[in-house]
C-alpha cells in the first residue's frame, strides 16, 4: 500500500485559472489540468529563478519530488502550447501559506523571504520574531 501524498505548500494561487488559443470556441477546446502545486513549481524555478533545492525548501518537499513535480508540469504545458489545448489551474494536494508579520516592526513578509542558519529573520529589523 502506497504512502499518502503529503501536501505540498503554496505561496501564491493564480488569478487566472484558464488560457486557450485565440479564435477557438471553449466547448471545442480538449484541456489540460495543470495542478496548483505543479503551477507553483514553475513559479518558483522559472520565475523567481530559484534552484531546484531552494524551490523544494520552500514548497516543503524533497528535492526529487519537486524534480517530479516540475517535470510534469512543464510536460503538460508543452504539449497544450504546441498541440493547441486549453490550460486549467485547479486541483492538487496543497496548503496555501500565510502571510508572517514581524513582532519587532510589523512588517509584512513571506515565510521564508529571508533564511539564515536557524529560522526566519525580517529583513528590516534583523528580528527573529
Avoid at 501536501?7 to 496548483?36: D, M, Q, S, W
Avoid at 513559479?43 to 513535480?69: G, N, V, W, Y
Wanted: glycine content about 6%; some cysteine; hydrophobic content about 30%.
Amino acid at each position: 500500500m502506497a504512502r499518502p501524498t503529503k501536501e505540498r505548500r503554496v505561496e501564491f494561487l493564480p488569478e487566472y485559472n484558464y488560457f486557450k488559443p485565440v479564435g477557438i470556441p471553449r466547448k471545442e477546446l480538449e484541456e489540460i489540468h495543470l495542478t496548483i502545486e505543479e503551477f507553483e513549481a514553475l513559479r518558483l524555478k522559472d520565475l523567481e529563478c530559484l534552484t531546484q533545492e531552494e524551490a523544494a525548501e520552500r514548497m516543503h518537499i524533497s528535492r526529487p519530488t519537486f524534480q517530479r513535480i516540475l517535470t510534469e508540469a512543464r510536460r503538460k504545458l508543452t504539449r497544450a502550447l504546441i498541440e493547441g489545448y486549453a490550460i486549467k489551474f485547479e486541483g492538487g494536494n496543497y496548503l496555501l501559506a500565510q502571510k508572517g508579520y514581524c513582532k519587532g516592526c510589523g512588517r509584512e513578509f513571506k515565510p521564508g523571504q529571508r533564511r539564515r542558519r536557524r529560522g526566519t529573520y525580517c529583513s528590516d529589523c534583523d528580528s527573529k520574531d
